[in-house]
């Protein structure tokens, strides 16, 4: 006897622990603001009523790491930012991810010089990489749906 017979038509809905996790974490994210550059507008034009990131659950952007657990880098980091940058990935709770918006954050973009880091992965680990420059904020929406297919699919093992 299955629980088909068992419940009859109650409606019962089954999941696994880790899918309820990761739907909760997933729609539950808070993002800290890290804009540095030009990229930051965009993010800021994404989150506005236009674009609205609200319908993913990130009502507001936090200026405290210790309330957020996406850091989403918009912008070129320059060698003097970066311990900065770490401090403040340090800080956050885990789980935490990143998202690095812009090709200054990923890759130095046109700045190829000694005073600024060449991709914000010298600092700390990213999960998501938004190209352009600066990337409108459809772009970062479609890295923030890129992140949510990846923590769907975590294990919670990981956090142990």
């Given at each position: 006897m299955g629980i088909e017979q068992?419940?009859?038509?109650?409606?019962?809905?089954?999941f696994q622990l880790e899918q309820v996790v990761n739907?909760?974490?997933t729609n539950s994210m808070w993002p800290?603001?890290?804009?540095?550059?030009?990229?930051?507008?965009e993010m800021m034009g994404a989150q506005a009523s236009h674009y609205d990131m609200s319908r993913f659950g990130m009502?507001?952007?936090?200026?405290?790491?210790?309330q957020s657990d996406l850091m989403i880098v918009a912008g070129r980091v320059s060698r003097k930012m970066a311990p900065v940058l770490r401090r403040l990935y340090d800080q956050?709770?885990?789980?935490?991810?990143?998202?690095?918006?812009?090709?200054?954050?990923?890759?130095?973009?046109?700045?190829?010089?000694?005073?600024i880091?060449?991709?914000v992965d010298e600092v700390v680990p990213v999960d998501v990489?938004?190209?352009?420059?600066?990337?409108?904020?459809?772009?970062?929406?479609?890295?923030?749906?890129?992140?949510?297919?990846?923590v769907k699919?975590?294990?919670?093992?990981r956090w142990a």
């Open positions: 068992k419940a009859g038509n109650l409606g019962v809905v089954t739907w909760a974490r800290m603001l890290f804009g540095l550059a030009c990229c930051a507008i009502e507001l952007m936090r200026a405290s790491p210790r956050m709770p885990d789980p935490k991810w990143v998202v690095s918006m812009g090709d200054c954050a990923s890759c130095g973009g046109i700045f190829n010089n000694y005073a880091v060449q991709g990489y938004v190209a352009g420059c600066p990337p409108r904020p459809e772009a970062l929406i479609h890295g923030i749906i890129t992140l949510h297919e990846k699919t975590e294990k919670l093992n």
